[in-house]
């Protein structure tokens, strides 16, 4: 039996395990897989809908007991620190080490965390997994003793828009503070921005464009933020949407060829 081993388990991770599965070679395939999140797989895309669910397992690509039948060894909350090509091995935080003959790496990507001074104070967040919503979701209880809690989104992305929508859903004042001159900018002009921001404005969510934030002020938590052009927000908590980068830090570290701006390098088959 070959050994293959799975690093990520999201939802790059559980489609490959989907479909080895199913493979008429299964059969010659011992399964290993490392996720370093608390749980199983889960829909990512529709991540926003934990806020009104609740409910973690609603949001699940497969429960636990698929691994199981599908005889599939899942390590959830075991993250691989190490690759060593030479002797096929992975190591894990655990210091523990695993044999592979086959290596698959779905280790996704992780929120872009702009180096603005005050960045690491309490209420600054961002917005990928599971637990990054708990923590939304109970700071912001918290705060709801003080009465009205203004919460900003930096990055008027996609992403920092369906944050947004989330933020207002929770009772939030919000308020999207984008450094370009328009919404989206990635994939708008200025007159599809307009239209855009009107539709954003209508659901009571304050637009802030061309701004560049300086510094995050507060001395227990945030206060407001200070932009370059002397300006300044306040505000209660922050929900840092500025984009991702890919997770090739295993990659690098082990000596794979990895992307002028990140990721790892293939070919047309997906060997490194
Ligand atoms: C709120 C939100 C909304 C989105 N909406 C859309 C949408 O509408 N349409 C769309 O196409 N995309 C959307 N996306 C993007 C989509 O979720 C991603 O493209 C998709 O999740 C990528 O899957 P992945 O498995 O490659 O990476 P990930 O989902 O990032 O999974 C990688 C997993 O690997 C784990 N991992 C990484 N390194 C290690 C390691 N060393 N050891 C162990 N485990 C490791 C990570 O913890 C993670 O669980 C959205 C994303 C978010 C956050």
Excluded at 19 to 35: N, S, T, Y
Excluded at 220 to 246: C, H, N, W, Y
Excluded at 262 to 267: F, S
């Amino acid at each position: 039996m070959k050994k293959v081993i799975v690093i990520g388990n999201g939802m790059v991770g559980y489609k490959f395990c989907e479909k080895l599965a199913a493979h008429p070679l299964r059969d010659q395939f011992e399964i290993l897989v490392f996720g370093e999140e608390a749980r199983p797989a889960y829909d990512r895309v529709h991540l926003s809908e934990y806020f009104s669910s609740d409910d973690a397992d609603k949001l699940l690509l497969a429960p636990r007991e698929w691994y199981l039948e599908n005889n599939i060894t899942l390590r959830t909350g075991e993250m691989i620190t190490d690759i060593e090509t030479v002797t096929r091995r992975v190591f894990t935080h655990k210091h523990d080490y695993f044999e592979y003959d086959y290596l698959v790496l779905a280790t996704g990507s992780s929120c872009f965390v702009p180096n603005i001074p005050g960045v690491d104070k309490p209420g600054v967040f961002i917005y990928r997994t599971i637990e990054d919503l708990d923590a939304i979701k109970d700071y912001a209880q918290k705060l709801k003793h003080g009465g009205n809690i203004q919460s900003a989104i930096l990055g008027g992305g996609l992403l920092g828009l369906e944050a947004a929508n989330a933020s207002k859903e929770l009772g939030l004042e919000t308020h999207v503070i984008e450094f370009a001159p328009r919404l989206m900018p990635r994939q708008l002009d200025k007159a599809a921005s307009d239209m855009l921001q009107t539709k954003i404005e209508s659901l009571e969510i304050k637009v802030h464009l061309g701004k560049n934030s300086k510094e995050i002020v507060g001395e227990e938590g945030i206060e407001k933020i200070d932009f370059t052009d002397d300006t300044s927000l306040q505000v209660d908590m922050l929900i840092i949407s500025a984009g991702i980068r890919p997770r090739d830090e295993l990659a690098v570290k082990c000596g794979l060829r990895t992307g002028e701006r990140g990721g790892i390098y293939v070919n047309n088959k997906m060997e490194t």
